[in-house]
């Protein structure tokens, strides 16, 4: 039996499995509002995997610090004297204040506000205001440093930390979909996060928020009005063609995707004529790959080999389980931050290419913050559908029926690269968001990262 937080209730394996019937496609709404499952969740999804923290320059120097979450624990992202990027846990180690207020800055040091404990930028206890007087000199100052995240690392100047020492590396955690995620963002060349990370409060379960970024249904209907005064357009928001890759653990790519022929369009096409392309702005590309790719904005040549032959036809949305979403054109990252079951904080990163210039940084800054965000046109679309589910979720009779995740369930075959990538490429689906609640099954079924590694999922083969 599975208990975790104050007085939760405990849960079986049988009944954790219960929550979502993988043969049917049908999940227990229940899921998205009892607090005891949520507690599961903080302590066996947040609490275990590798979160999102911070780009590397968001903290270029000594002090520079950001604060952030892994799940409801507040930390602090901070390079410290040597150099390494430190997360500490934002709780004062003598009676649970934060130790840091502002969300992000520059410091030598983090002073308490409570009675002034101060902490060095690596977490140790620095000094102690009465260390003599008051605690006669018995206070043991190694004991008391702020706790420390179990690992910190990076890839392509993305970190992430766990609070599990037995997490695996990053880049296993990660595995191919969750790299060629990042990769979409590094491809861009050099980036620069843009200052001020926006923040919104949705009253909606986490999940919810997460599913849909995976969901290439609902963009006709929900977004009709964004298609009628000409903010972007049908053919680009719910493209017949569509791939998708899953990944270890519960990341996947969903969306749009490129035909192999059409790849081998663009492969054939005069080296010239590919460096000229390579050149060009995502705007500029975006424009000229109408005749080729639907709209999609072809990807540099030199992609290809970072992401394979199959990872390089992805136009679709990332997910790096469990809530980090590498969104549109790959220059925003968003984080889907549990408040509750009933609220989800979601935060969007901006990320600009060094080498753009001043008109294509106006553009892509123009796109973005009319998109996504409080202010984005789509995001307040998608806000209160996902508030509405969640709501709904809450009626004792609405509860009975589960929700319908079967679209495409059983339909479609994953093919096999000789890359050895996989892929399914098919019409509009579900196949992400009932993968994704696959894996989020296993991780709150499992009691350790030894049994999770056991007992995941296989990454699917054959009908799917
Ligand atoms: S709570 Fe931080 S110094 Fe007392
Ligand atoms: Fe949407």
Same mark, same amino acid.
């Given at each position: 039996m599975t208990r975790c937080g104050p007085g939760a209730r405990a849960f079986s394996a049988q009944e954790i499995a219960g929550w979502y019937d993988a043969d049917q496609g049908l999940?227990?709404?229940?899921i998205y509002v009892d607090p005891d499952i949520y507690e599961l969740e903080l302590e066996r999804v947040f609490a275990r995997a590798w979160n999102f923290m911070a780009h590397d320059s968001q903290i270029p120097d000594t002090g520079d610090y950001f604060v952030s979450y892994i799940g409801e624990d507040s930390v602090i992202v901070v390079r410290d004297d040597a150099g390494a990027v430190q997360v500490l846990? @934002?709780?004062?180690?003598? +009676?649970? @204040?934060?130790?840091?207020?502002?969300e992000m800055g520059n410091t030598h040091s983090f002073q308490c506000? =409570?009675?002034?404990w101060n902490f060095s930028l690596?977490?140790?206890?620095?000094a102690v205001p009465g260390?003599? %007087?008051?605690?006669r000199g018995k206070?043991? +100052?190694? +004991?008391?440093?702020l706790a420390k995240a179990a690992k910190v690392e990076s890839y392509k100047g993305f970190h992430f930390a766990t609070m599990? %020492?037995?997490?695996?590396p990053l880049a296993d955690y990660l595995g191919e979909v969750g790299r060629i995620g990042i990769d979409q963002m590094a491809v861009h060349g050099e980036l620069e996060a843009v200052d001020g990370v926006q923040k919104n409060l949705i009253d909606c379960n986490w999940k919810i928020a997460v599913d849909n970024l995976y969901d290439w249904y609902h963009v006709n209907v929900s977004h009709r009005s964004a298609m009628r005064v000409g903010f972007v357009n049908a053919s680009v928001m719910q493209p017949m063609q569509q791939m998708v890759m899953l990944g270890e653990y519960g990341h996947a790519i969903s969306g749009p995707g490129i035909s192999e022929e059409q790849q081998q369009v663009i492969d054939g096409l005069p080296d010239a004529e590919r460096a000229r392309l390579d050149a060009l702005s995502f705007e500029a590309r975006a424009e000229l790959a109408p005749r080729i790719t639907e709209r999609r904005p072809l990807r540099p040549k030199a992609v290809k080999a970072v992401m394979g032959p199959v990872g390089v036809r992805a136009m679709g949305h990332p997910n790096i389980f469990p809530n980090l979403w590498i969104s549109t054109r790959a220059l925003q990252l968003s984080l889907r931050i549990p408040?509750? %079951?009933l609220q989800t904080e979601v935060w969007w990163f901006t990320f600009m290419?060094?080498? =753009?210039?001043a008109q294509q940084r106006r553009m892509a800054m123009k796109f973005m913050s009319h998109s996504f965000? %409080?202010?984005?046109l789509l995001e307040q679309d998608d806000g209160e559908n996902w508030t509405c589910s969640t709501r709904a979720a809450l009626g004792r009779v609405a509860r009975r029926r589960p929700q319908n995740l079967q679209m495409a369930l059983g339909e479609d075959q994953v093919r096999l690269d000789p890359s050895g990538q996989r892929s399914i490429e098919t019409r509009v689906n579900e196949h992400a968001q009932r993968w994704h609640y696959r894996c989020w099954a296993d991780w709150l079924k499992a009691a350790s990262w030894d049994e999770l590694k056991r007992s995941k999922s296989p990454v699917p083969a054959g009908r799917v």
């Open positions: 999940i227990d709404k229940r846990l @934002n709780t004062c180690a003598h +009676r649970g @204040n934060v130790v840091c207020r502002a506000t =409570y009675h002034g690596d977490g140790r206890l620095a260390s003599d %007087p008051f605690y206070l043991d +100052r190694s +004991r008391w440093g599990d %020492p037995d997490a695996p408040r509750g %079951p290419p060094k080498h =753009y210039d965000g %409080p202010a984005g």
